[in-house]
């Protein structure tokens, strides 16, 4: 499993998919930068994400929230008081470490030195900044450690002007920012990091049913992507882990090569977070149904997803390396939505006789799919370049396209080739994708 850890970092810097943050200058910890084809699977995974949880759904809305936001917000939530982790220091080598993190926390796991650790004291995760020209109290600013507070603070607006009522949600993608003590495992802890959040108002006596339905949801969303099911599970909270918000709180894990991660958290907010918003500014966040006559604070159930790190997962399930004709062969076996390229278009040759053509193709199928095209290296390679980064199908326009208006398509994950007309091309590649 350390081995597929590493050939996945390698491959990821290799064919572009992520990158050190500074890299030229020595790189800056715990930040990363995605590269041309990794910008492109990130984006993938989220617009996978929105298309299940807003655009084939009646009964979500979206909202792209301020990451700036003052700290009354913060106050509110909690997340001042209680967004911590404890810290320690070892006094011989002075590494800092997570103490509920730590295998023995009598041995440091840098140095070895046994009872060397300082009193744990409890670091508060939050980014703290200024917000206009003169750094006083009046203009601190956070910010967010998590996209969730923007959804609940704009409940209101959200639902008079959407005109939904119980059960309803709200879901954002967006970037947060922990000031983490232990970064580390690659994308898997940063910093700075992206989320997939819904919050989803229910009922107070409904919150039970749709924490289950959450949960199984959210399971069933990886498996259909490519997850197999032997690395993919789903462990309830003990009563001592859960949040100071939960009442119930369940994660969808990975197994990672490092052992079982959260990609995933699943939680019955309760109305917490409404009503500390609800006292602390003063405005009613409620909902009146005319039909009954109640008036009621709704419920919270929250699938929060970490976007990077489920990339990675996915790239870690993909991962693949076979034989063909007697040579090794890296393929990654990403389903088609989330392939940074769903099709290459690739000349046998870089005579001008085939470019003109092979560019044609390649303007037809950019007008509905992310398309690579790549003519330099024989053939074979460019098949191999292809599979590494996960490509599906990849499309060849050679001599006999010039005489027969037809193309070859090449399947990545059985190599079966299949000559198509370029009138049917489009068709043909529409049903494999749909």
Request: hydrophobic share 40%; proline share 6%; charged share 25%.
């Amino acid at each position: 499993m350390a081995d597929l850890f590493e050939q996945v970092v390698n491959l990821c810097k290799r064919r572009g998919f992520v990158f050190p943050s500074a890299d030229i200058y020595g790189g800056f910890r715990s930040t990363y930068d995605y590269g041309p084809v990794g910008v492109l699977l990130l984006r993938n995974v989220k617009e996978a994400w929105w298309r299940s949880m807003v655009q084939m759904r009646a009964d979500v809305v979206g909202l792209d929230a301020a990451i700036l936001s003052p700290p009354a917000i913060w106050e509110a939530s909690g997340h001042l008081s209680n967004f911590t982790d404890p810290l320690v220091d070892c006094r011989r080598c002075h590494e800092r470490f997570r103490l509920d993190q730590l295998d023995n926390p009598e041995i440091c796991p840098n140095c070895g030195a046994t009872d060397s650790f300082t009193e744990a004291r409890q670091f508060n995760l939050m980014f703290k900044t200024n917000a206009g020209p003169v750094e006083s109290d009046a203009a601190v600013a956070y910010l967010r450690p998590e996209t969730a507070q923007g959804m609940f603070v704009n409940f209101k607006n959200v639902l008079d002007t959407s005109r939904k009522k119980p059960p309803f949600g709200i879901a954002q993608v967006g970037k947060s920012f922990r000031n983490e003590i232990t970064p580390g495992n690659f994308i898997f802890r940063t910093r700075e990091f992206e989320q997939m959040e819904l919050e989803f108002f229910v009922p107070p006596e409904d919150g039970p049913r749709w924490f289950e339905y959450w949960c199984a949801e959210r399971m069933r969303w990886y498996a259909d992507l490519g997850i197999p099911d032997g690395s993919l599970r789903l462990r309830p909270h003990d009563v001592d882990e859960l949040s100071h918000y939960s009442v119930a709180t369940s994660d969808v894990e990975f197994l990672y090569p490092w052992g079982w991660g959260e990609l995933e958290g699943i939680a019955n907010r309760t109305d917490y977070d409404l009503r500390q918003h609800a006292e602390a500014s003063g405005q009613a966040l409620e909902y009146f149904d005319q039909a009954s006559g109640r008036r009621y604070v709704p419920h919270v159930i929250e699938p929060a997803a970490g976007a990077t790190r489920t990339m990675m997962a996915f790239l870690l399930a993909a991962y693949d390396v076979d034989e063909i004709n007697g040579e090794e062969r890296t393929v990654l076996r990403l389903h088609h939505r989330l392939a940074p390229y769903q099709v290459a278009v690739l000349p046998l040759s870089r005579k001008e006789s085939l470019t003109p053509l092979a560019h044609e193709v390649l303007a037809l199928l950019q007008q509905r799919w992310m398309c690579d095209y790549d003519e330099t290296q024989a053939i074979g390679r460019r098949y191999r370049r292809q599979d590494e980064i996960g490509t599906p199908w990849c499309v060849t326009v050679d001599f006999d396209s010039l005489d027969d208006g037809a193309v070859t398509i090449r399947s990545r994950d059985d190599l079966e080739q299949v000559r198509v007309p370029i009138d049917a091309l489009v068709a043909e590649l529409t049903e494999r994708l749909s």
